[in-house]
């Protein structure tokens, strides 16, 4: 299925956190938090500025982002765990 986002929404995968702890302490899945980090898979087109021109989406897909623990709305796709969220919700692009 594909899903392409509208105005100023982002559709991001969530990737997945190290089992492990720097000390080598294995983190049982009970235990784990949702990744905060994930691949910026598709783009909307941008949102309406005050002057009706759209203003272009600053992240593209393929980006590694940081968003907020409880931003967006999750979804499946495909059998996968994806989220929904405006650009506003994505903290910062990982290079």
Known sequence: MKLK??????LVKRLEMEEK???GIIIPD???EKPMRGE????GPGKAGDD???V????KAGDVVLFAKY?????????EEHLVMREDDILAVVD
């Open 21 to 23: 702890t720097a000390g």
């Open 30 to 32: 009970s235990a784990k």
């Open 40 to 43: 910026v898979v598709a783009v």
């Open 5 to 10: 986002p509208l105005s100023d929404r982002v």
């Open 56 to 59: 272009p989406m600053t992240v």
């Open 52 to 54: 009706g021109k759209v």
């Open 71 to 79: 931003a967006g709305t999750e979804i499946k796709l495909d059998g």
